[in-house]
């Protein structure tokens, strides 16, 4: 099951990003004492007493604004609040209780959801500054007096918070059901592909509200295996709004990237590999996703005998970091080769969980060291002593060595291929960690 979402909602300027940033435990957030300053990044894990959630750093909500980018951020924080199960409503003790948060606690009261509100900005110790008490009267229950400079008070937030997480899920997902996320920008085709394989393909058992507001969690089989199909579903399109728009399409992406076993890229075939594509495929990839790679729309495309090579070679250079991802041309509208992502899926699946015993991989390691030696610096070669496998779902390799430094990253990736080129791993990433052993030996 997925982890509970906890978002942070409140009026501009009342330090949700340094609580943000307190309660992960990094800096993840710019935090500047200016309304609506842009984050570099909204989303995080955090952990308390052994559960762990995402957390949801939001734009200042201003009820009332004709400023275009406030009433977005708003939009965004609405968005939040209904994919959330829990929120912390940050107030600041320093303004007061203002008519803004009785506006935003009016907002979040009908949303239905479980609500902790935060007073924050109570640096001083040993005593309760008595203003706290007036924030009664927005009807969300006590108040919890917090300092997100100093940390005081974010125990016993962290513990209401935790009263209202969905309880964990005793039983486990069963291991055959392979849950596949559609991502990509808007407008991409990716609602428009969900719908194509239930509407065609599925033994419906359930509809389950997924994690964002317009996703849907869609259970099905068919003669290939069992799927979840976990969709993305698109942003509420704006005139080329700024990069919000992105940062919020890029936490729903990471959101059910984090929950996938395959993620399915959608390229519009029009369009070729936008900037933005280039983002969502780089957060599978960086999660250690399968990944397949699908050009949407092809139906669409003007078509020679060349076509498609051409298209391939684009996205090859564009996505030069994923050419271990297979490419598959579709079309949603028409249902052109669909059912083929099923055996696509299906392989990259068990290439990511490929397990190959120790000695073979020494065999390849032996043979690819003799072809091409190990590089040398200042007189000292590396010498490469032996590879497991740690890990699946992306395999992890681990390498011994003398000398990590000596580990020139052209020479990881040569071993890669080698490995790649004896094993395949199509469709999954492969990690390498490079260890040193403690030997003195020159």
């Known amino acids: 099951m997925s982890k509970p979402l906890v978002a942070i909602v409140g009026r501009p300027n009342v330090g949700k990003s340094m609580l943000f940033n307190k309660l992960t ?11 609506g300053v842009t984050r570099d990044r909204l989303y995080a894990q955090a952990e308390w007493r052994s559960r762990t959630f995402d957390l949801v750093d939001t734009g200042g909500i201003e009820p009332s ?40 606690a009016g907002m979040l009261q009908r949303s239905k959801k479980p609500v902790v509100l935060a007073v924050n900005k109570m640096d001083a110790t040993g005593h309760t500054n008595p203003d706290i008490y007036e924030f009664y009267n927005l009807g969300l229950g006590d108040p919890y007096p917090v300092s997100a400079v100093h940390g005081h008070g974010t125990g016993d937030l962290l513990d209401a918070c ?9 039983e486990e997902e069963e291991d055959d059901v392979v849950k596949v996320a559609i991502i990509g920008k ?21 509809d389950v509200a997924g994690t964002t507001r317009d996703a849907v969690d869609s259970y099905f089989e068919n003669e290939t295996g069992k799927y979840l199909i976990i969709d993305t579903a698109g942003m509420r399109k704006k005139s080329k709004v700024d990069d919000r728009v992105e940062k919020f399409s890029v936490l729903r992406a990471t959101m059910a990237i984090e929950r996938s076993d395959v993620c399915l890229i959608l390229i519009d075939a029009n369009e070729g590999v936008t900037e933005q594509d280039t983002k969502v495929a780089g957060l599978a990839h960086e999660a250690g996703k399968a990944c397949i790679i699908v050009v949407n729309k092809w139906d669409a495309v003007e078509k020679d005998d060349k076509t498609m090579k051409r298209m391939e070679e684009d996205i090859r250079r564009d996505l030069a970091y994923m050419t271990y991802a297979p490419i598959v041309f579709i079309s949603a509208l028409t249902g052109q080769r669909v059912t083929k992502l099923f055996d696509v ?4 699946v068990n290439q990511a969980a490929m397990r190959i015993p120790t000695g073979v991989l020494n065999s390849v390691l032996a043979d690819a060291t003799t072809r091409v030696q190990p590089p040398t610096d200042k ?15 992306p395999p992890h390799f681990v390498i011994f060595c003398n000398d990590a430094r000596l580990f020139h990253f052209s020479y990881q990736r040569y071993i890669e291929n080698q490995i790649r080129s004896t094993f395949g791993l199509v469709g999954t990433p492969v990690q390498i960690t490079v260890r040193q052993k403690g030997d003195k030996e020159e």
């Open 25 to 35: 435990g990094q800096r993840l957030s710019i935090v500047e004492d200016t309304p």
């Open 65 to 104: 604004t004709d400023n275009q980018i406030l009433t977005f951020m708003r939009e965004q924080a609405e968005i939040a609040i209904s994919t959330a199960d829990v929120i912390i409503f940050v107030c600041d003790i320093k303004t007061g209780m203002t008519a803004a948060d009785q506006e935003v």
């Open 162 to 170: 935790f009263e209202h997480f969905p309880p964990e899920e005793e």
């Open 186 to 206: 808007p407008n991409v085709g990716k609602s428009s592909l969900t719908n194509r394989i239930l509407g065609e393909e599925r033994v419906i058992v359930s």
């Open 345 to 348: 899926i299906q392989a990259v």
């Open 379 to 393: 007189g000292r070669r590396l010498k490469i002593y032996y590879m497991t496998q740690v890990g699946v779902k």
